[in-house]
């Protein structure tokens, strides 16, 4: 693992690519959408076999691709092939429903695909990401193209073969590299049916303004700048694991993390030197060694903005409690590496630049609070709405406390959870839409309804 050097080049793929991956998509959508849906449903599970059984190919690829740690890296693959069975499991089970009217007749509804999807990822979780979008959408009939972002564009090709590999139709899963011009013309093209992103407010407020001027419906997956409330009658250790959790995967480049931990003053103190404490124990280095738990930031101008957001907090009165300094391993390969030690900042208050605005990198902010009043009011004040989490022993308070979050994921007791079988996705400028689950499928499909008359047709003319 050399972090800092070129893995490989790509050329970007300008509009004559991506007419041609769109339409190749559009021939593969006549096979794959007639098919049935046990069909489809065995094509998905082989793709998930092929997955687990190259788990650890795949991750240790992830790894050099993104930076992330590689025992991160085997969850991350362990979630893309449990995504593709859980789909599988749902592609055959798809169905309209009948519906009784007067006088024998009746009406029914048809769930259908919707063409060829556009699938624009993040480079946070780039396989992931990738499995998130296309399973929902190959069970549902659909063929996608997927643009990986330019930072992290290898793994997604690998996840093309596999499909390949597994009996799609040829072109039903095509890959297309490059930047913002790319997903441009994707966004433009009028063969593509709906587009779901996941990345930055501003460049999803762009694809939304693109996408209807052709009336395409779209998924935004956003950022976030997510609460994690820890009331005083919490289980302490659990409360600190769940920070840890809410703040530090992924080198802190996680959408949904809780970095506003606002927590109940009778216990700052306490909470606070126990998350110190761990925090330093935290190792940085080598994502390729079993033992790292903090890899590489993506890349040096988002380091440099993660470390602009720490020393802006120092300027706005935040106390550095532990890290934030840059970290250079001993290893001569890795001196040219992205590494940073994850942060902690106290002192923080509500108007400070680190607890309103999304940083993206391993920096926790702790924030005081006393009512559990105060503490709700506080934490909506934002305009993101991606997730919240709560952590107390009263199963009354945390049910009533998430009820009032206004976020679309929410966790109890635990933070960063994410089974394929539960639904995510935002409120506010968190984005719309959701990916996993059940619900994933009303945005990959659309309902045609169908009304049969029995009778004669009774004319009002």
Same mark, same amino acid.
């Given at each position: 693992?050399?972090?800092?050097?070129?893995?490989?080049?790509?050329?970007?793929?300008?509009?004559?690519?991506?007419?041609?991956?769109?339409?190749?998509?559009?021939?593969?959508?006549?096979?794959?959408?007639?098919?049935?849906?046990?069909?489809?449903?065995?094509?998905?599970?082989?793709?998930?076999?092929?997955?687990?059984?190259?788990?650890?190919?795949?991750?240790?690829?992830?790894?050099?691709?993104?930076?992330?740690?590689?025992?991160?890296?085997?969850?991350?693959?362990?979630?893309?092939?449990?995504?593709?069975?859980?789909?599988?499991?749902?592609?055959?089970?798809?169905?309209?429903?009948?519906?009784?009217?007067?006088?024998?007749?009746?009406?029914?509804?048809?769930?259908?695909?919707?063409?060829?999807?556009?699938?624009?990822?993040?480079?946070?979780?780039?396989?992931?990401?990738?499995?998130?979008?296309?399973?929902?959408?190959?069970?549902?009939?659909?063929?996608?193209?997927?643009?990986?972002?330019?930072?992290?564009?290898?793994?997604?090709?690998?996840?093309?073969?596999?499909?390949?590999?597994?009996?799609?139709?040829?072109?039903?899963?095509?890959?297309?590299?490059?930047?913002?011009?790319?997903?441009?013309?994707?966004?433009?093209?009028?063969?593509?049916?709906?587009?779901?992103?996941?990345?930055?407010?501003?460049?999803?407020?762009?694809?939304?303004?693109?996408?209807?001027?052709?009336?395409?419906? $779209?998924?935004? *997956?956003?950022? #976030?700048?997510?609460?994690? =409330?820890?009331?005083? @009658?919490?289980?302490? %250790?659990?409360?600190?694991?769940?920070?840890?959790?809410?703040?530090?995967?992924?080198?802190?480049?996680?959408?949904?993390?809780?970095?506003?931990?606002?927590?109940?003053?009778?216990?700052?103190?306490?909470?606070?030197?126990?998350?110190?404490?761990?925090?330093?124990?935290?190792?940085?280095?080598?994502?390729?060694?079993?033992?790292?738990?903090?890899?590489?930031?993506?890349?040096?101008?988002?380091?440099?903005?993660?470390?602009?957001?720490?020393?802006?907090?120092?300027?706005?009165?935040?106390?550095?409690?532990?890290?934030?300094?840059?970290?250079?391993?001993?290893?001569?390969?890795?001196?040219?590496?992205?590494?940073?030690?994850?942060?902690?900042?106290?002192?923080?208050?509500?108007?400070?630049?680190? $607890?309103?605005? *999304?940083?993206? #990198?391993?920096?926790?902010? =702790?924030?005081?609070? @006393?009512?559990?009043? %105060?503490?709700?009011?506080?934490?909506?004040?934002?305009?993101?709405?991606?997730?919240?989490?709560?952590?107390?022993?009263?199963?009354?308070?945390?049910?009533?406390?998430?009820?009032?979050?206004?976020?679309?994921?929410?966790?109890?007791?635990?933070?960063?959870?994410?089974?394929?079988?539960?639904?995510?996705?935002?409120?506010?400028?968190?984005?719309?839409?959701?990916?996993?689950?059940?619900?994933?499928?009303?945005?990959?499909?659309?309902?045609?309804?169908?009304?049969?008359?029995?009778?004669?047709?009774?004319?009002?003319?």
């Amino acid at each position: 693992m050399c972090p800092g050097r070129v893995i490989c080049k790509l050329l970007c793929s300008g509009e004559k690519e991506v007419d041609l991956a769109v339409q190749s998509a559009k021939a593969a959508f006549k096979i794959w959408s007639q098919m049935s849906g046990m069909e489809r449903s065995r094509v998905l599970l082989e793709a998930a076999r092929i997955i687990r059984e190259q788990r650890e190919e795949i991750a240790t690829l992830e790894t050099i691709n993104n930076g992330k740690s590689i025992f991160e890296a085997r969850v991350d693959i362990d979630i893309s092939w449990q995504c593709l069975e859980y789909y599988a499991g749902l592609a055959g089970s798809l169905a309209g429903e009948h519906i009784q009217l007067p006088g024998g007749s009746f009406g029914y509804t048809r769930r259908e695909p919707l063409g060829v999807c556009v699938g624009i990822g993040a480079w946070n979780y780039p396989f992931q990401i990738a499995c998130w979008k296309s399973a929902p959408a190959l069970a549902c009939g659909n063929a996608m193209v997927f643009k990986p972002s330019p930072f992290t564009p290898v793994s997604v090709v690998r996840l093309a073969e596999i499909f390949t590999e597994a009996g799609v139709p040829k072109g039903l899963f095509n890959v297309v590299q490059g930047g913002v011009a790319t997903g441009q013309f994707l966004c433009h093209h009028p063969d593509v049916a709906k587009i779901s992103f996941t990345g930055s407010v501003p460049t999803g407020i762009k694809i939304m303004e693109m996408a209807a001027k052709g009336i395409k419906p $779209v998924t935004l *997956e956003l950022g #976030g700048k997510s609460p994690l =409330i820890i009331f005083s @009658d919490c289980a302490l %250790e659990n409360a600190v694991n769940g920070a840890l959790m809410a703040n530090f995967l992924t080198q802190g480049e996680v959408c949904c993390n809780g970095t506003r931990v606002f927590v109940e003053r009778k216990i700052l103190d306490a909470f606070t030197k126990e998350v110190v404490k761990r925090t330093q124990k935290i190792k940085v280095g080598d994502p390729l060694l079993e033992d790292t738990r903090m890899g590489a930031l993506i890349n040096r101008p988002h380091l440099d903005r993660v470390q602009g957001f720490i020393k802006q907090a120092k300027e706005q009165g935040a106390q550095v409690l532990c890290g934030g300094d840059l970290y250079v391993p001993d290893d001569p390969k890795l001196k040219n590496g992205y590494y940073m030690r994850p942060c902690v900042l106290g002192n923080c208050k509500d108007d400070m630049t680190c $607890v309103k605005e *999304e940083i993206f #990198g391993p920096v926790m902010s =702790i924030l005081p609070f @006393d009512t559990e009043e %105060e503490v709700l009011e506080r934490a909506n004040n934002t305009k993101f709405g991606l997730a919240g989490g709560v952590f107390t022993r009263d199963i009354q308070k945390a049910h009533r406390v998430v009820a009032a979050l206004k976020a679309g994921m929410c966790f109890i007791n635990n933070y960063n959870i994410s089974p394929v079988e539960l639904p995510f996705g935002g409120y506010k400028a968190s984005g719309f839409g959701r990916e996993n689950g059940r619900a994933a499928i009303e945005y990959y499909s659309q309902l045609k309804t169908v009304c049969v008359e029995m009778g004669d047709v009774e004319s009002v003319f």
